[in-house]
């Protein structure tokens, strides 16, 4: 039995698809059961990570876990929670978590990063098998424009000469899938990117071409995107670390890792499918 947190999510509902396809037992601890859709064949159980009394009948028989931490929020509960996951997984047992490139260190304790960096530790001397997923960019946070493609053609953002190599979610769980299932990849910090680097100017473009109608990028100055975040419930400093970083990526591109490939034997999935993989989500007729 595997457990899945965050299996109604963007990464975890293709952890569970592609676990049930290789016929694995699977568990999606959620803090809703009573709403939870998840695929025919998987068990649904309910629990909260930041309460880790809840966790016993999650955990109860698994054999594994595809760890989604809901980063910041449950920190403070994170020792407790692991040391449980940890006692009912054993040494022959394996976690999977799905942390971020760049997390180290060095990460301030109270950001993303400095989150991901505090969970690989507690993982790391957990005693299970570990496996770090540490992905880029995203593909669906190009889902922020969403609204703007749909009602008016036109996103008006910061920092459109940023450019990243974003990644499809299906190949993330596909390299997690790879790391529960598999041998040799304990201990591995998998660092995970698509397979080409776009600007976010030509990823507009590439949404358009997927809901086949053109959308157009306006230049937006950073000051009045970061005003814009704040308004829709972005703390500050999250918010100022986001556009730092994309400001960053106008001159330092993050590079290109064939790692999909190697770990799963597929190449890693290029923006233009993923963008035709949601056109719907932008506006594309049904």
């Not at 025919?40 to 930041?50: H, I, K, Q, R």
């Not at 509960?77 to 978590?97: C, D, F, L, N, S």
């Amino acid at each position: 039995m595997i457990l899945v947190t965050g299996g109604t999510g963007n990464v975890g509902r293709h952890v569970v698809a592609q676990l049930l396809e290789r016929g694995a037992g699977v568990r999606v601890l959620t803090r809703s059961p009573a709403s939870a859709v998840v695929p025919e064949g998987a068990e649904v159980a309910g629990g909260d990570l930041a309460d880790p009394t809840t966790l016993d009948a999650a955990l109860e028989g698994v054999a594994s876990v595809f760890l989604v931490w809901p980063t910041l929020s449950a920190d403070q509960a994170a020792p407790v929670t692991i040391e449980a996951i940890a006692k009912r997984v054993g040494h022959a047992g394996r976690i999977v978590y799905l942390s971020s490139n760049g997390a180290s260190g060095d990460a301030g304790p109270e950001t993303i990063l400095g989150s991901h960096a505090l969970l690989e530790r507690l993982i790391e001397r957990s005693g299970p098998e570990w496996t770090f997923l540490r992905p880029g960019g995203f593909a669906t946070n190009t889902l922020m424009w969403a609204s703007q493609i749909r009602d008016t053609g036109v996103v008006r953002w910061a920092h459109g000469a940023a450019s990243r190599p974003l990644i499809h979610e299906r190949d993330i769980a596909a390299v997690g899938v790879s790391a529960l299932t598999g041998e040799g990849h304990g201990g591995a910090r998998y660092v995970l990117t698509g397979p080409e680097t776009l600007t976010q100017v030509e990823q507009v473009h590439a949404i358009g071409e997927a809901i086949g109608r053109p959308v157009r990028w306006e230049e937006l100055a950073p000051e009045s995107a970061l005003q814009e975040m704040i308004a829709q419930g972005w703390p500050a400093a999250l918010a100022e670390g986001v556009l730092g970083a994309h400001a960053q990526m106008v001159t330092a591109t993050e590079p290109v890792t064939s790692t999909v490939e190697e770990v799963t034997g597929a190449p890693a999935t290029p923006f233009r499918q993923w963008a035709t993989d949601h056109a719907k989500d932008f506006g594309a007729p049904a």
